[in-house]
């Protein structure tokens, strides 16, 4: 009996060793430094959700993104710096590009380590053939929105008023089948409430840990906050970001509610990690003080992104202890190598990474292993906007080479306009003209245009002044970035540049991903869009259209399912990837697991065995 109680002992020791846990990802879209209370000294946008879990587990004060959302997610996904990624701006609505098909995905790499995975939200990552949309990309389902600009409540894009792009939401399944429906409620309550249906269903249906990936569309413009959460915001003088506070009051309320039922259901072996995309977008209500400038820049404000993340399992053996500030430098591209390691892992066999592990240094509290991050890379010619920018750290240096977007500090509003820097007049005029045209149109269907006139007009008259720009920051002196020490200091910028050049020389070849493919839309599936106030004409769901060799698909619907269960799995062991340099015969931890308890049970009937020899001797 003694015997057998030590071999459960040592099953349930070892169990409990190898559980990996439950990983659930937000990532929040156009939120600024300052746009989480914790961080504001104002506390001009009342986030109570996220100021108590974030208190409660690590809040990272130098967490580090791209300047703008697609590139930013490729990194995420791939654990790769977006130049090498290929993706270096945000996708058009019809570009035919996607991640490089070399590129192992998170989801497909814990997959393999035995996870769900399933993904809510905005991808951004291409959609045009299957291969490249989210459950072609190892996700079993998806259920959001394929590409960006998303109108809150019907749906749309909108190439300008009266010009639709299709509505984007639904479902798809990695078998290619799909659901478009219509979705009546404000974006952030349905994604929210679909990510906690898919805990539910896993809890039901599966046994194995869940990777969820959860992709807000708030706060990014259109601004159409909710009216109750407007009513929080009421002591915000400008109009924009009083209609951005209402969005982020939305956010984190239902940051709370996938937290809580994560928790519930889920259990305490389960991490959280939540993050921007991008510095927050001065120009729709964004804030990123008291760093520099906003999204599409790569100053501090456009890149040095609000971010926390939660251990909840009982012994903190995964980040270590909460209730912290961590200092260290964190990359986007990090959490791959980060996360596929406390899978179980082996980062080794993965080639081309960026990203670092930081989970030690976050573990113990030490220094971050990453003292170097690429920023910002986009080269003209391989570029929408005709620009080219190259931005880079190594501490304590911050070497910035760009045609520059966007120079200006930004600060809370006292009245009715934009408070900046900017003494120009162009911050002023383009939002008196941007704000008619709201008024006039609409939040949604006049939001492209809006990006138009802040991306390629605004910010292009900054441009004009501010053309092939070298600056040099010491951010250990200098965070806000306000002293150029480049001209005292030429040999640093020298050393940085070759880095810079080494990066460029190897980066891959770029695809053509500014190019929207003419695509009519007759091609797509229409519906009936009336509960959402959408006109016929107008009402289309936007699918892949291209096979995966890149020829244009039919144009009738594919094979339609109609079950919404997504909490059943593929077997794991026919999971594959493209990229060879993954270890396709990489053990299963299961197998692993069973190993070491047969070794395990071997040494104790053999120390049992060896105890009562002696006796059995002394007997004869």
């Not at 977008?281 to 404000?301: A, D, H, M, Q």
């Not at 500030?325 to 596929?340: K, Q």
């Not at 570029?383 to 190594?394: G, K």
């Not at 929207?516 to 699918?543: I, M, R």
Request: net charge neutral; proline share 6%; hydrophobic share 35%.
């Amino acid at each position: 009996m003694k015997l057998q109680f030590q071999i459960l002992l040592v099953l349930i020791s070892l169990i409990h060793l190898h559980a990996a846990p439950n990983i659930v990802y937000m990532i929040l879209d156009d939120v600024g430094f300052a746009d989480f209370s914790y961080q504001n000294p104002t506390k001009a946008i009342p986030t109570p959700q996220i100021d108590r879990i974030s208190e409660q587990g690590i809040r990272l004060s130098r967490h580090y993104a791209q300047s703008t959302c697609s590139p930013s997610r490729a990194a995420l996904m791939t654990g790769r710096y977006a130049i090498n990624t290929g993706l270096t701006f945000p996708l058009p609505p019809f570009s035919t590009a996607g991640l490089p098909d070399d590129a192992p995905t998170l989801p497909q790499l814990l997959r393999k380590q035995g996870y769900e995975a399933h993904m809510v939200g905005k991808w951004h990552l291409g959609f045009a053939k299957w291969k490249d949309s989210p459950v072609g990309r190892g996700f079993q389902s998806f259920t959001g929105v394929y590409r960006w600009d998303v109108d809150s409540w019907t749906k749309m894009i909108w190439r300008e008023p009266n010009v639709s792009l299709g509505v984007d939401w639904g479902r798809s399944w990695e078998d290619r089948t799909y659901m478009n429906y219509v979705e009546p409620r404000h974006a952030t309550v349905a994604l929210a409430d679909e990510a906690e249906q898919v805990i539910r269903r896993h809890v039901k249906n599966s046994k194995k840990p869940l990777f969820l990936y959860l992709a807000f569309t708030a706060a990014h413009s259109p601004l159409q906050p909710m009216h109750e959460h407007m009513e929080k915001c009421q002591h915000l003088p400008h109009l924009w970001r009083r209609e951005y506070c209402g969005m982020m009051v939305g956010l984190d309320e239902a940051i709370g509610n996938v937290t809580r039922t994560a928790r519930e259901l889920l259990g305490d072996n389960t991490i959280l990690v939540v993050t921007s995309d991008n510095g927050g977008s001065t120009w729709f209500g964004g804030l990123n003080y008291p760093y520099r400038s906003g999204k599409t820049t790569p100053f501090e404000g456009g890149v040095r992104v609000p971010a926390f993340l939660a251990d909840f399992s009982q012994d903190k053996r995964y980040f270590g202890q909460g209730g912290r500030t961590y200092s260290g430098i964190i990359h986007i591209s990090d959490w791959l190598p980060t996360l596929y390691t406390i899978a179980g892992g082996n980062v080794k066999a993965i080639a081309k990474l960026d990203g670092k592990d930081v989970g030690s240094a976050l573990r113990a509290d030490q220094p971050s292993p990453r003292h170097e991050v690429l920023l910002e890379m986009y080269i003209k010619g391989e570029f929408t906007l005709n620009e080219t920018c190259s931005a880079l750290i190594r501490e304590p240096w911050k070497l910035i080479q760009c045609d520059i977007r966007d120079p200006h500090w930004y600060y809370e509003s006292s009245e009715d306009k934009m408070n900046s820097t900017d003494v120009s007049g162009v911050t002023q005029h383009f939002e008196k003209i941007i704000r008619a045209g709201e008024e006039k149109h609409g939040a949604g269907p006049y939001d492209m245009v809006r990006l138009m006139y802040t991306h390629r007009h605004a910010h292009g008259a900054f441009v004009k002044n501010n053309t092939n720009i070298t600056l040099l920051f010491n951010l250990a002196m200098d965070p806000e970035e306000q002293h150029d020490v480049s001209t005292h200091n030429p040999l640093i910028v020298m050393e940085l540049e070759d880095i810079i050049l080494r990066i460029r020389n190897n980066r891959p070849k770029a695809p053509r991903w500014w190019e929207n493919y003419n695509v009519s839309k007759t091609q797509f599936q229409t519906g009936d869009c009336s509960n959402v106030g959408v006109a016929p004409e107008h009402c289309w769901f936007v699918l892949p259209f291209l096979t995966d060799d890149g020829e244009l698909l039919p144009p009738q619907p594919a094979k339609q399912r109609t079950d919404t269960n997504i909490g059943t799995s593929t077997d794991t062991k026919t999971v594959t990837s493209t990229d060879p340099t993954v270890t396709a015969t990489e053990p299963n931890s299961m197998m692993l697991l069973i190993s070491v308890v047969g070794v395990m049970v071997f040494v104790i009937l053999y120390v049992q065995c060896c105890r009562r020899r002696p006796e059995m001797k002394k007997q004869e």
